[in-house]
């Protein structure tokens, strides 16, 4: 079974703050996404990773960095929090040789931004 | 702009029943669909798919119905059980233009209330 964690389920931050948030997936999957889910809007990706390093942006970048440093962990990271950063945050993995082409998703994050 | 879109935000049925999940899509250049389920407090998790070049899938209770010419597709669960009461997320995938992965564009959801 495809493992995908993510370091915190809830957090609170506050405005201003850097807020790192962490994926690790057990299976040696190629890619890796960071998306945000929030009411009415779907997941919308923030950011992808296809190799150690190397990232693309998605949909809505704007506020947001990734690091990929090693092929199993891929990090999010919000520079300077702020309130409309307050969302739920999904990690997701995928093998470029998927049958299905489907994204093996966490647990979330919810991030609160106060 | 949407590209995938769920216009049922909600719907209920009684257990048993069939319940059908739609979906529609703008960009001709998907080539592949996908149906997740979410449970709260839980990521999603993949449900059942469908090639472009198909217009239907089976896997046990979930059928996948893929209209082309009308860019829509819908998930029929039957029979319907209290279990399945989930959100459903339609996602539709593509290359992305560096041609480096496959994209997931992602509908807003349905949530599904089965009722005993």
């Known amino acids: 079974d495809v493992k995908v964690t993510q370091s915190s389920r809830y957090l609170v931050k506050r405005t201003g703050e850097k807020v790192f948030l962490e994926c690790v997936q057990d299976?040696?999957?190629?890619?890796m996404f960071w998306y945000r889910q929030d009411p009415g809007l779907g997941l919308r990706l923030i950011y992808f990773?296809?190799?150690?390093?190397?990232?693309e942006k998605g949909d809505i970048p704007e506020g947001y960095s990734v690091s990929r440093e090693k092929k199993e962990r891929f990090s999010l990271i919000l520079e300077s929090a702020s309130t409309n950063q307050t969302s739920m945050y999904l990690c997701?993995?995928?093998?470029?040789?998927?049958?299905?082409?489907?994204?093996?998703f966490g647990p979330g994050t919810r991030l609160t931004v106060t | 702009d949407q590209q995938v879109k769920q216009n049922s935000p909600s719907l209920s049925v009684q257990e048993g029943r069939i319940s059908i999940l739609n979906c529609d899509y703008t960009?001709?250049?998907?080539?592949?669909f996908l149906w997740y389920k979410k449970y709260p407090a839980e990521g999603p998790t993949f449900l059942i798919s469908?090639?472009?070049?198909?217009d239907k899938n089976e896997d046990g209770r979930f059928t996948v119905f893929l209209n082309k010419s009308a860019k829509h597709l819908s998930l029929h669960i039957v029979p319907s059980q209290p279990g399945d009461s989930a959100v459903y997320f339609c996602a539709a995938s593509v290359i992305f233009s560096s041609g480096s992965a496959r994209q997931l564009t992602f509908g807003s959801g349905t949530q599904l209330t089965v009722l005993p």
């Open positions: 997701a993995s995928q093998s470029p040789d998927g049958l299905n082409y489907e994204q093996y």
């Open positions: 299976m040696d999957h190629e890619n």
């Open positions: 469908i090639s472009s070049i198909k």
């Open positions: 990773s296809y190799d150690v390093k190397m990232k």
């Open positions: 960009n001709s250049m998907f080539d592949y």
